[in-house]
């Protein structure tokens, strides 16, 4: 790795930590340079501002998050139900691996919802997130295996509610969690909830 995008990703984690911990407003850059041990002309030779770094950050959390969710759940082989499962074992494994990055927008929705521009961007990600899973629980409904009387739409936003009420609690109570064991039980309570 070049070292300009060794710096750049350095600067981008110790933001996506501090913005996950203290909120975005409650992060100076002073704050992200001190992680760091960088100077401020280091992160302004790399991002022009503090949203910058946060449109960054968003753009990071679509391209490894839910693109990749996309793109692996449609390739994954298997009716409706199985896709699902596959994805709620994505969403698993990249919970463990990439903590902050998982629950980035599920802590920051509510601070940055003021900001008409990253209003804008946090919604661009959640509905390409939920066409997708609403894309599937139609396809279920059209198989005959996902029930029939409910909304795409409102099942797949019931998903990632779950979802990241789920992260949240896991992010409070990781330590007292077994996690195989709680993953199994929102499996088996969405899935119990949608199919015939």
């Known amino acids: 790795m070049k070292q300009s995008k060794k710096t750049e990703t350095i600067i981008l984690q110790a933001a996506l930590e501090l913005f996950v911990r203290k909120g975005y ?99 661009a990600v959640y509905r390409t997130y939920m066409n997708f899973i609403s894309s599937l629980i139609s396809q279920g409904i059209r198989q005959g295996i996902i029930k029939n009387d409910l909304d795409p739409d409102l099942a797949a936003l019931t998903f990632m509610a779950i979802h990241d009420g789920s992260l949240h609690q896991w992010v409070l109570n990781r330590e007292h969690l077994d996690g195989r064991e709680y993953v199994r039980t929102f499996r088996t309570i969405f899935m119990k909830g949608i199919t015939k």
């Open 25 to 123: 407003h409650g992060t100076s850059i002073n704050d992200i340079m001190k992680k760091v041990n960088f100077t401020k002309g280091a992160l302004y030779a790399h991002f022009k501002s503090k949203s910058e770094l946060l449109f960054k950050i968003i753009e990071e959390f679509k391209t490894k998050y839910i693109d990749q969710l996309i793109k692996t759940t449609t390739e994954h082989k298997g009716d409706t139900i199985e896709k699902l499962n596959y994805a709620l074992s994505f969403n698993s494994e990249f919970a463990l691996k990439n903590p902050d990055l998982c629950v980035f927008l599920t802590f920051m929705t509510t601070e940055l919802n003021s900001n008409i521009d990253f209003q804008y961007a946090l919604k």
